[in-house]
């Protein structure tokens, strides 16, 4: 066994070589092999492992400790914000406001992440809008 449904996580592990199976309530629920990974579940939320992680061939597998993990999310994070704050300082309706009011705006697109299908309505008439 590689590692345990309900342990504790300080890694996360990438596969290089090998086939391993994913068992949660003794029954193979997924194949992992080269290319995926585990683990990461348990360093993003702090919690037990959600799964129990079984090698079915040899395998030779990667390893990130939880805080070289963080450091790449908030790296990615970091960079996400400085793109979005550059694109809202770009618009002229927020051209002339503060640093700290675009932040605020930057914080509601990181919450507020939609994605638009092709052919998807996105305003409707201004009766619509008003509610009328």
Do not use: H
Request: net charge positive; charged share 25%; glycine share 6%.
């Amino acid at each position: 066994m590689v590692l345990y449904l309900g342990d504790d996580g300080d890694n996360m592990y990438v596969v290089d070589q090998g086939e391993l199976d994913v068992l949660y309530a003794s029954e193979i629920v997924a194949t992992l092999g080269p290319g995926n990974s585990f683990g990461e579940v348990a360093l993003m939320y702090n919690r037990p492992r959600t799964a129990t992680i079984k090698a079915k061939t040899e395998c030779k597998l990667w390893a990130m400790d939880r805080n070289t993990f963080r450091r790449i999310l908030m790296s990615d994070s970091i960079k996400r914000r400085a793109l979005y704050e550059s694109f809202l300082a770009k618009v002229p309706i927020f051209g002339r406001l503060f640093a700290l009011v675009i932040i605020k705006y930057v914080i509601l697109l990181f919450k507020q992440r939609v994605v638009y299908t092709k052919f998807r309505r996105i305003v409707g008439s201004v009766r619509e809008i008003q509610g009328c």
